[in-house]
């Protein structure tokens, strides 16, 4: 992948977000309109609202009763060429990114074809460019989300582009620009994703909208994360969690799992154990099965640290299966990385050997970091020879984990 002016930045391994919703279409009222405006206005609020009451299930319908193969195929399905069906479409994309993200694409992209194939007098200008632009965004955010930064950069660009010339839209705008900040941040440039965040944040806080407050310094805390302030980041994440509702079970289950690295990089064992303890739980309650396993990876590194082998090998082994069931191969080669390490300072030089040969492998097949492969490559050598050090193998880990991660907790 060839990045737009990307830098190594270390990057937060703890888990993935999805973004909220923000393509909600709304329309505002003309604070003083002409007859014609005032007409245009309430004939919109009317389709819309009529089109939500008779969209019913198409979408859900459509989507399980066609194969994922033939979903692009869906774009001729005039049902669905209209705000809701595509409203809709978008919710089904971001329930998808943590179980399905591949599914999550695919429904994204259909997404932005279809909202590109409406006529230009489909709605008021305004009201397209928030459908178009909010396909774009989670388009966007499903490429970032498998890592296809360069392809991400362009959707949200294009989101951009469609906002640009309806000064009115600023939330959405806002929306986007939390998107536009995750990518820029998983490229390296953490400076211009800080400012993005903050102007972001203080929108959202003009507005009224503390889900979306929340959640922009939810992101930013995460890139405080990536650039090693883990107390800055930890403090962030603990007040979040005091302010957040018992009932918004997924927020807490990602606070806690953010904590609980912070605590292992601070060094609070048992702080970090609770926190991963509370976040696997609840995630697997939810049914964000990836992310649970992204957080065992977390438990069993804590665990070979503590000096607890056996049951960290265990963690380990379970949560990699899990990471490449679901595609994520970077997070489950730093599992196969972390394997490696145990086992060699455990004395098993040929076991960390193959399981570095798996790892280089799965990357290479997903055409990841070219340098990363040539560093798997040497450590493999190394170990084949029983010339490696634990510290080689830490050090090709730390290079991996520190090229950024498409998944911040959020």
Known sequence: MSGRGRKEAQSCSTCNDRMPAGNVVSIDAPRKPDAGKLREFLETARRLKQEHATSGDTVPHLLRSTPPKDWPALAADERL???AALE???QESRDLLEKKPQQALTIAELATTIAEALPDDAYPAAVLA???AGAWKDRANALRYVSRLDEAFDAISRAEKTLKSHAA??????VVDLVKALILWQMGNAAESHDILRQAESVFRAVGDTVRVRYSKLIDASVLYNEGRHGEASLVWGSLLGEVA?????TVARLHNNLGYCATHLGDFVAANIHFSEAIAR???LGFHAEAMRTQRGAGVLLVEKGRIKEGLSHLRKAREGFAQFGIVRDAGLCGLRIAEALLASGDAEGAREMTHEVSRELTEARFSQEAIAMLADLES????EDASVEFVRDVH???EALPDARVSC
């Open 81 to 83: 060429h209209n705000n």
């Open 88 to 90: 809709r479409l978008g």
């Open 130 to 132: 928030q459908v178009r």
């Open 169 to 174: 839209l600023v939330v959405d705008r806002a």
């Open 246 to 250: 018992a009932s918004d079970a997924e």
């Open 283 to 285: 995630f697997t309650d």
């Open 382 to 385: 190394a170990l084949a020879t």
């Open 398 to 400: 730390g290079f991996i």
